[in-house]
Nanobody, 121 residues
C-alpha cells in the first residue's frame, strides 16, 4: 500500500509562485508514474502534470504548460510541482496521484489527501 502526503498549499497573489511536494512511502518502488490533479467545487478532477518515476518523462495539461514544472527526487521518494505565474483560475484543491500506468489517462491507484491552493489579490 502506497501512502502519498502533500504539502505546500496556501494563498498567493496572481503572478506568484508555489511549490507543492508530495512524499510517497510504503512500497513506492512499484509506482510507474506520479503526478498532480486539481479540482474545484462542482467540477470534475482534472489532470495537471505527471512524471515517469524511473525515466523522468513528463506530461502537462495545456493550461499549465510553460508555467508549471514537475520534478522528482528519487532518494527522497518525493515529487514536486513548481507553479509559477499563477492565475486566479489555478485556484483549486491539488491532489497528488500515483499509478502503475499512465495516470494522465485515469490509471490512478493512489491519491493523496489534497492541499488547497488559492490565487487571489
Amino acid at each position: 500500500q502506497v501512502q502519498l502526503v502533500e504539502s505546500g498549499g496556501g494563498l498567493v497573489q496572481p503572478g506568484g509562485s508555489l511549490r507543492l511536494p508530495c512524499a510517497a512511502s510504503g512500497g513506492s518502488f512499484i509506482i510507474y508514474e506520479m503526478g498532480w490533479f486539481r479540482q474545484v467545487p462542482g467540477k470534475a478532477r482534472e489532470f495537471v502534470a505527471a512524471i515517469v518515476w524511473s525515466g523522468g518523462s513528463t506530461h502537462y495539461a495545456d493550461s499549465v504548460k510553460g508555467r508549471f514544472t514537475i520534478s522528482r527526487d528519487n532518494a527522497k521518494n518525493t515529487v514536486y510541482l513548481q507553479m509559477n505565474s499563477l492565475k486566479t483560475e489555478d485556484t483549486a484543491d491539488y491532489y497528488c496521484a500515483a499509478g502503475y500506468s499512465y495516470i494522465k489517462y485515469g490509471a490512478v491507484n493512489y491519491w493523496g489527501q489534497g492541499t488547497q491552493v488559492t490565487v487571489s489579490s
